[in-house]
């Protein structure tokens, strides 16, 4: 075996590589800046996970209402002004929340970066 190789063998001489071999090398600082990195990212993917879900859950609720006033409607001209109604705010909201998530996006990249990122 190479020396190389010994290096990333266990203590029981197995050849399975240890777990996170090379983090010995890292100083401390790096060790630091990596798992703040990582809680930033994983806070950050929470939080868009979370208003994702939160905005599905809100165009559902508005789908049903939509379906439930078209159905009471007495005739084409209701219907047809109630999807034209429905259209419009459907695409308000969903560029209201790309404007939304593009935002947290960046803030969640800015904060990766520790500032660096300029808008």
Not at 12 to 36: D, K, R, W
Request: charged share 20%.
């Amino acid at each position: 075996m190479t020396k190389q190789a010994d290096k990333a063998t266990n203590k029981q001489g197995t050849g399975v590589a240890m777990p996170f071999a090379g983090m010995a090398s890292l100083n401390s600082g790096m060790i630091e800046a990596y798992v703040q990195a990582s809680q930033t990212l994983m806070t950050n993917a929470l939080t868009i996970n979370q208003e994702l879900m939160r905005f599905a859950g809100e165009r559902f609720q508005a789908d049903i209402e939509a379906l439930q006033t078209l159905s009471q409607c007495r005739n084409g001209q209701d219907m047809v002004s109630l999807q034209s109604d429905f259209a419009q705010t459907a695409a308000e909201a969903y560029q209201a929340e790309f404007s939304k998530l593009l935002e947290q996006n960046t803030e969640a990249a800015t904060a990766l970066s520790g500032g660096a990122i300029k808008e």
